[in-house]
């Protein structure tokens, strides 16, 4: 379909339906909350709704409904209604949550059958670098058919994917009166204790260049595909110990990105994978699955190209898997610390901004309840991301309706490196058409 249009309608500001108490209006940053990139991290789900389409009161009691709920939730999730304080603290002060409401020229279905991956944005209040001191905004979007999209974006100086996740389905239960809601723990300060981070911008790797946004499904069938592709067969193991999904597709995707890249050709340019790793149940003792904030770091590696050369696909994952398993207790102990960390980040960001490396970095939202949120009407029919300012980023989110076990990955890069993605045969042999 063509170009849709997406026309805000109101523009409100919703508040916690009580006031947050004096002794929780200042929540100091943690050091990971610290060094994120001042971005937000949009969701966006989509909602059939039953029945009169033309039903402007059930359409108004849906706004009014949705509203008092989210004002509802921000009791429990006080700092979302906050700002964001020279990126040390958040004034809990009630100051509210931008909440937009949007009309959409088209029916949801005609969207949802051939979503365009550059055309979501419109569905989310703010660019995704104008983040300023909000924390958290929201737009409802309602199409023609009175199905709708639920647009939100949180700011990844508070929050990570998890924590996001963990909210929406907080407000949702709220909605549906749900007894059991959510009940999100902050104060990850007290664990990652905030420095000074003088001489490191956390702005470095948020670009200015154009940035294309693409979505490719792999079903179940190509996932497997993939994950025998990668088994280990260099060892003694009846069966060859396979790589997960998310191992596999990351391997996959790195190395096709390197090969129509050129970059084996390029001695000079380091090329890196970086895979984002919740370290939640990696703490000693492992953290509650609701406590919330930035608390995941990067298993960083430099794949051999010389594997990558002669095919040997299971070296690649195998490299991976010992990144991810390396962030352990040991690890946290000397994060919690911050300074040999932030050493660490200065020196990367120094090597990148002078073009010596090359990065890609993967995030999985794969087995995160996004499709649970169900806000009184049943369940998203998809639940779709947005384009990021990033170059060379991959999130992997499972796929809904038609494609159901299959993996979406949705990639960020730049405009050239993406024709170069989508004119890959080798790569699009593994990709479902959409």
């Known amino acids: 379909m063509g170009d849709i249009k997406v026309e805000v309608i109101s523009r409100d500001t919703i508040k916690p339906s009580s006031p947050t108490p004096t002794h929780l209006r200042h929540l100091q940053l943690s050091f990971l909350d610290q060094i994120l990139t001042p971005t937000f991290i949009p969701i966006i789900l989509f909602y059939p709704v039953d029945g009169d389409a033309e039903a402007d009161h059930d359409k108004i009691q849906r706004s009014i409904w949705l509203k008092k709920t989210l004002s509802e939730t921000l009791i429990r999730f006080y700092p979302l209604a906050g700002r964001v304080k020279d990126n040390i603290s958040i004034d809990c002060s009630d100051q509210g949550v931008p909440y937009l409401e949007a009309q959409v020229n088209c029916q949801l279905s005609d969207f949802t059958c051939h979503p365009d991956s550059m055309e979501l944005n419109k569905f989310i209040p703010f660019a995704m670098d104008d983040v300023v001191d909000i924390v958290l905004a929201i737009q409802v979007n309602t199409f023609k058919c009175g199905g709708i999209a639920i647009g939100v974006c949180i700011s990844h100086k508070v929050a990570d994917a998890w924590s996001m996740i963990m909210f929406v389905n907080g407000w949702a239960a709220v909605a549906r009166r ?146 991810i398993e390396k962030i352990d207790g040991d690890y946290i102990k000397k994060l919690r610390e911050g300074i040999q960390h932030l050493n660490f980040l200065k020196e990367r960001a120094e090597k990148f901004t002078k073009g010596e490396i090359d990065s890609f970095r993967f995030t999985s939202f794969c087995r995160f309840p996004v499709y649970e949120a169900d806000f009184g009407w049943g369940k998203p029919i998809w639940v779709g991301s947005a384009s990021l300012p990033f170059k060379n980023l991959v999130i992997f989110m499972d796929s809904g309706g038609s494609n159901e076990g299959g993996i979406e990955a949705w990639i960020n890069s730049v405009e050239e490196d993406m024709a170069k993605f989508q004119g890959d045969d080798e790569f699009l042999s593994f990709v479902s058409p959409t």
């Open 178 to 323: 749900d007894t059991d809601a959510v009940c999100p723990q902050f104060g990850l300060a007290r664990l990652f204790p905030p420095i000074n981070l003088s001489g490191f911008d956390p702005s470095t790797g948020i670009t200015k260049e154009k940035i294309m946004t693409k979505r490719f499904i792999f079903s179940s069938s190509s996932v497997a595909s993939l994950r025998e592709k990668y088994a280990d067969h260099s060892t003694a193991e009846d069966p060859p110990r396979r790589p997960t999904r998310i191992e596999a597709l990351s391997a996959f995707i790195w190395s096709r990105f390197v090969a129509v890249s050129h970059g084996m050709a390029d001695t000079e340019r380091v090329c890196t994978m970086l895979h984002a790793v919740n370290i939640r149940p990696r703490m000693d003792p492992p953290l509650p699955e609701n406590y919330f904030g930035n608390i995941f770091r990067f298993a960083a590696i430099t794949p051999s190209m010389e594997n990558v050369k002669e095919g040997k696909c299971h070296a690649l994952a195998k490299q991976m898997r010992e990144a």
